[in-house]
């Protein structure tokens, strides 16, 4: 969640801190949106770039849930209740898990009292997160997806094993070799 504003900051921030520390669901609230986010995946199945690159993930990973969309599907989010997103919200919505970023003319006390006005506490609460055993060989080499658009599309993906952070000379590494291929001097 963000906002930017020009006046009423802190009581801005205080709407945005109980988004998060105090979410209102209801069976009416969350079906409706269910509605909204179904019509957006079904926006973004018909955008040819965002097409590609859900085309290129799932030629890489076998089992990373990078290869499917955030948003779920259609039929996923019809199983959302307002129980589930607590639970979310409970184990995901915790100082512990989150990070406040803000930039302008506030103190820290200002923000540590909108803190604390939110009700959050300095309680952890422990997420367990699975560990995906993710194999070194793609799913497939080459797939082609079909839709009507003005000019064709084309993507390339490399999937190279990491361990740990990315580091600053495997960026540039990677992003000469993809000028190599794709770049303007290049025969493709």
């Not at 590609?52 to 030629?59: A, D, M, S, W």
């Not at 607590?86 to 923000?111: D, R, W």
């Amino acid at each position: 969640y963000y906002f930017t504003c020009s006046e009423d900051f802190e009581k801005n921030l205080d709407i945005l801190l109980s988004f998060v520390s105090n979410p209102y669901l209801t069976d009416e609230n969350v079906e409706k949106e269910k509605g909204i986010i179904g019509q957006e995946i079904k926006m973004y199945d018909d955008s040819a770039s965002w097409r590609v690159l859900f085309g290129i993930l799932e030629g890489l990973y076998h089992n990373h849930s990078v290869k499917e969309d955030i948003a779920g599907s259609v039929e996923s989010i019809a199983q959302i209740t307002p129980e589930m997103l607590y639970k979310c919200a409970q184990a995901f919505y915790s100082p512990s898990e989150m990070v406040l970023s803000v930039a302008g003319n506030i103190t820290e006390q200002q923000l540590m009292d909108a803190v604390e006005r939110a009700g959050f506490t300095a309680e952890k609460h422990t997420v367990i997160r699975e560990e995906i055993e993710e194999p070194e060989t793609i799913v497939y080499a080459e797939k082609s997806i079909r839709m009507p658009i003005s000019q064709p599309l084309v993507a390339i993906g490399f999937k190279e094993k990491v361990d740990g952070k990315v580091t600053a000379k495997q960026g540039i590494i990677g992003d000469i070799i993809i000028d190599i291929l794709t770049g303007s001097t290049s025969e493709l």
